[in-house]
């Protein structure tokens, strides 16, 4: 996987999305924004430029394009992710038609500008839920069969990365992969990935440094990497 996936995950950059990215880092509109945890975009009432949001809060362009690389090697369909922000990463993950992507955003302002991105490339099989993690998660994880692929970048904090990744672990399979964002970008979050990676479920963890991949199928040999990428 490291070889034919990892290694080579570059050449899923889509050139559209990438388009869509240099045009938001130019883009001077400035929003009003909530915050709901450590690490997401601002406090209360405090106005951002879409241009700061775009460099600054969106994942990484390597970084999508290896979840994008994730997706196509596994067939993973049903896809959640937690951290909506532009929809950048969104795009990467619905690349595949077949899969379906549920994606959470906390911010209307924000949720608003995803679902614009998301109907200029004529998406359809992406859903958006707005609002509160706290409150939107629990219900739409009741209403799915299983989970296959899960990106947590939400609330940077020890309890709820914990309370997110036991929620989405309830309706995971031996072959779902849950990937943690920013594994390393506080001590909670170190703690929070040094917690979940140490559980008796998790066959193997890689650290990727941007993030960790989490595996569960019982038939690999237990194992925590530390990989280059």
């Not at 992710?81 to 077949?98: A, H, I, P």
């Not at 549920?102 to 099989?125: H, V, Y």
């Not at 992969?177 to 001590?187: A, M, P, T």
Request: aromatic share 10%; charged share 25%.
């Amino acid at each position: 996987m490291y070889n034919e996936v990892i290694k080579t995950a570059s050449s899923n950059h889509i050139e559209e999305i990438e388009r869509l990215r240099a045009k938001l880092h130019q883009d001077q509109t400035e929003v009003d924004l909530i915050d709901f945890g450590a690490g997401s975009r601002v406090s209360n009432g405090t106005k951002r430029q879409v241009a700061e949001i775009a460099k600054n809060s969106s994942t990484p362009a390597k970084f999508s394009a290896l979840l994008l690389a994730l997706i196509k090697h596994f067939e993973y369909k049903s896809i959640f992710e937690l951290g909506t922000s532009l929809g950048l990463n969104t795009l990467y993950l619905s690349q595949n038609e077949s899969s379906n992507i549920t994606t959470f955003e906390g911010d209307p302002t924000l949720a608003k500008i995803a679902q614009q991105n998301f109907s200029s490339f004529r998406k359809k099989n992406i859903s958006i839920i707005e609002g509160n993690l706290d409150e939107t998660l629990e219900k739409q994880v009741s209403e799915v069969k299983s989970i296959d692929l899960a990106y947590i970048d939400a609330n940077h904090r020890y309890e709820p990365t914990l309370h997110y990744y036991e929620l989405i672990r309830s309706k995971c399979h031996e072959k779902s992969l849950i990937v943690l964002d920013d594994i390393h970008w506080s001590k909670e979050m170190n703690l929070a990935w040094n917690d979940i990676k140490d559980r008796p479920e998790v066959m193997i963890s890689i650290d990727l440094f941007e993030g960790g991949l989490l595996f569960f199928d019982p038939k690999l040999t237990k194992g925590d990497y530390v990989l280059k990428f």
